[in-house]
């Protein structure tokens, strides 16, 4: 028999928490859709070419297993059957390849759960796009990446050059360690369970050799925590986008310029994401007004993803993330007011202890049985406490390649919470933006127009910012 104590990791509690809150109509899995130049490589190339970098990321070669009498949180292990024919897969649009074909054969593709026997990604080469390219379309579960975590399958299958890159090789052919038994997943539950109250202990040793900074931090953990709790007693207001969902998906995403975004936050103030807030909340805007719905006063309210991974944890896989409830200002007619009351309230949320708060809950929550952390992973899904889900996540302003083909678009594609009808994601890549719209396949049918709301807003904010660097001008 061999060493099965290497193949068994503990999830995290937030990982867990995408898992404990999968629905039937709720899929916990994200990704992108990448377009490349010129023909699609074959199907032997492309498949051999993720094989040889698959060592770099050993957790897409494990599934996850789910101990029984609830003995802690689900174990990742390394599978024994796995066929990488399974997760590599190879279609072809119809002719003539247009976009909005791609579009339907994405939110197809992100419409099927993962099977949860199997490791938690695929990655569906698509040929015959117009324009003589070819796409990618990469979807991975959430409980295995949270999308900044510096290493991921995306991350070393491309290339900073036209030639491949040489990788470091394994030490050895791969081989699966020995699956584990049901008594060794009992055992490294009842060893977790012993271990718990160690760590613990060690946090209270550490806190008596230095009193008081052990107080400081559990100050502002505290206030941290009061702020996350005072966010759960704020209902979000009732609108179209949270609905109960079905299991089938709509996609769209809007292109844009970092250029331009980086013009309108250079010229109106704020940051790149205060940009893209403000975007968001002028489209929702007029998409909620053209359902018949009156904004005066109106102010949604946002779910904001943001990276607690320090440096020390660069380069690991599985989530670092928290989430923080920001408002997003509907009613606000004229958009320079409009990101102005972003930036203000963005600036409220980085000085806030929101981020430490979800994060001291998390801990504690790596220590709670199942049943409770069952319990408590659902106040992170809750419907009642947003409206949307907005993320924005920065990529390489410079060229990647796949076997010597430069990749030219890539377009985010966000998960839908239970009872969320809407996701949206932004995704910066060689001076491009792509805006990604996920949404329900009924609950959204005039997505198309929301797309092209985002599209004017961008464009609003744009004339906004030029017009006032135009008056400065007339005045110097």
Known sequence: MGDTSRNMDRLTSIDAGFLAQEREGS????????????????????????????HLVPRYRQKVVFPRLQMGRPLWVDDPCFNIDYHVRHTALPRPGSMESLRKLTGRIFSQRLDRSKPLWELWLIEGLEDDRFALINKTHHALVDGVSGVDLTTVMLDLDRAPAEMPPAETDWHPAPEPTEADVVARGLKDAVEAPLGIAERAL?????????????????????????????????TPLNVPIGTHRRVRWVDAQLGELKEIKNSLGGTVNDVFLTVVSGALARWLEARGIRTEGLELRGAIPVSVRTEDEEGELGNKITIMVGRLPTYARDPVQRLGIVRKQMQGLKESKQAMGAEAIARLEDFAPPTI?????????????????????????????????ELEEFAPVAFLAPNQALAIAVFSYNGKVKIGLIADYDAMPDLDKLAQLVSESVAELLDAARAKSGAAQKVL
């Open 27 to 54: 899929h916990m899995h994200i990704g992108a859709v990448m377009i490349f130049e010129g023909p699609a490589p074959s199907s032997d190339d492309f498949r051999e070419h993720i094989s040889s970098r698959l």
């Open 206 to 238: 550490r806190a008596v050799a230095d009193p008081a900074k052990a107080v400081e931090e559990l100050r502002e953990a505290a206030e941290g925590a009061s702020e996350v709790l005072w966010g759960t007693v704020a209902k979000a207001p009732e």
């Open 373 to 405: 952390f069952a319990q408590a992973s659902r106040l992170h899904f809750s419907s009642r406490l947003y409206n949307v889900l907005v993320t924005n996540v920065p990529g390489p302003q410079f060229p990647l390649f796949l076997l010597g083909k």
